[in-house]
């Protein structure tokens, strides 16, 4: 699909069209990953962070939030309960958090991987090649690292970078490639100055990404962020700013489906934010097929404020997850099974293979 075609449909508004839209994205999603919904177990294990994103609750100056990383022993247990309910996969993600040693994260993916089967998956931020490496040797199957937006101004605007480290994380999306992880990426949908052409930009380069697994969801201003506090000002004339509603969250999403047909995309947390009873539905409906319900213990959970209102901080997980196989079985579509590993990458390395095999 060309850019202007893409930019053509995040303009588009007619009922008609849209449907049209969701249907396409609907069989591409059923022809290339079948109807299988996969639950990844999502595991919030810290709110350190080093960062300063101008949007995120957990940034480093925010000083309105208790900070905390769960030791080992709490995770193994986060890990087990993703197993008894029948998860293949568990997320492990937290903020930037600096005083996260590689070994001990190193021990940790070790550990899982004695005790379970799981397949897992590291959200950690930007951290350094060797550290990549060696969590990649420990086990780790797969990365999740947004390149938020592809404008480089915005990104700058709202990124500031660690001293004497520029943030460049196409750069660590190659080398999370060359790695062997399975890959993932994504962009947060309605961020003040964003314009429909940024846009169709970002969706444009999820396909040359080649991307396994595509995460996005609409911004979500934070009053206790300086981006939160001035927002609107912020914003491009009416006419350009993407909106960060979700019909424009849904659009990309169906967008990325069409573009990387045999990818892992979720919907998020923050879709099922602004539409806690019909999210997940509609979501799945328009090219998702993957969901990733919280594990991480109450507690903790309330105080991982990335935005306010999040979907599932005060939801007992256990009756959350009674509830989420009735609503992927009322969609006419089954939780699937074993790790749901990426399709995308399977086919890459097996072409990758063949390649060498010919050579
Ligand atoms: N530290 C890791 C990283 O930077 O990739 C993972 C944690 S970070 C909090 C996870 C994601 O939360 C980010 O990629 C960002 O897109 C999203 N996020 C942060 N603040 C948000 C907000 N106000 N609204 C919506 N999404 C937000």
């Given at each position: 699909m060309r850019r202007t075609e893409i930019l053509d449909w995040l303009r588009e508004e007619r009922p008609g069209e849209l449907c049209r839209l969701w249907k396409t994205a609907n069989r591409v999603r059923r022809e290339n990953v079948g109807s299988g919904?996969?639950?990844?177990?999502?595991?919030?294990?810290?709110?350190?962070?080093?960062?300063?994103?101008?949007?995120?609750?957990?940034?480093?100056?925010?000083?309105?939030?208790?900070?905390?990383?769960?030791?080992?022993?709490?995770?193994?247990?986060?890990?087990?309960?993703?197993?008894?309910?029948?998860?293949?996969?568990?997320v492990l993600q937290s903020g930037e958090d600096p005083e996260l040693s590689a070994e001990w994260m190193a021990d940790l993916i070790l550990g899982i991987k004695?005790?379970?089967?799981?397949?897992?998956?590291?959200?950690?931020?930007?951290?350094?090649?060797?550290?990549?490496?060696?969590?990649?040797?420990?086990?780790?199957?797969?990365?999740?690292?947004?390149?938020?937006?592809?404008?480089?101004?915005?990104?700058?605007?709202?990124?500031?970078?660690?001293?004497?480290?520029?943030?460049?994380?196409?750069?660590?999306?190659?080398?999370?490639?060359?790695?062997?992880?399975?890959?993932?990426?994504?962009?947060?949908?309605?961020?003040?100055?964003?314009?429909?052409?940024?846009?169709?930009?970002?969706?444009?380069?999820f396909g040359r990404l080649d991307l396994d697994m595509i995460g996005l969801g609409p911004y979500i201003p934070h009053p206790d962020t300086p981006l939160g506090k001035s927002w609107k000002e912020c914003c491009a004339p009416p006419d350009r700013q993407v909106p960060n509603t979700e019909e424009m969250t849904y659009k990309v999403l169906a967008l990325a489906r069409l573009i990387c047909p045999r990818a892992n995309i979720p919907v998020t947390t923050a879709v099922a934010t602004l539409n806690r009873s019909a999210g997940f539905e509609l979501g799945l409906s328009r090219g998702a097929n993957v969901i990733m319900p919280n594990v991480t213990p109450m507690t903790y959970r309330r105080m991982y404020a990335i935005y306010p209102g999040k979907a599932c901080a005060f939801e007992n997980h256990d009756s959350a997850g009674e509830k989420l196989r009735y609503r992927i079985q009322n969609e006419g579509r089954f939780v699937g099974r074993g790790r749901g590993d990426s399709p995308n990458y399977a086919h890459r390395t097996r072409s990758k293979a063949v390649r060498e095999a010919v050579l």
């Open positions: 919904v996969h639950l990844r177990g999502l595991i919030e294990f810290s709110n350190r962070c080093r960062r300063s994103c101008s949007y995120c609750g957990i940034r480093s100056p925010n000083r309105k939030i208790a900070r905390y990383r769960m030791c080992a022993d709490e995770i193994q247990d986060c890990a087990g309960a993703a197993v008894r309910r029948g998860f293949g996969t568990v004695a005790e379970t089967k799981l397949s897992v998956t590291l959200s950690l931020g930007e951290r350094t090649k060797e550290e990549l490496a060696l969590w990649r040797r420990a086990g780790a199957d797969r990365y999740l690292l947004r390149f938020e937006t592809s404008n480089p101004r915005l990104y700058k605007r709202f990124h500031p970078s660690l001293p004497g480290r520029d943030s460049d994380r196409l750069a660590l999306l190659a080398v999370l490639r060359t790695l062997g992880y399975e890959t993932g990426s994504g962009i947060l949908v309605g961020l003040p100055g964003q314009t429909h052409a940024d846009l169709a930009r970002d969706i444009d380069l």
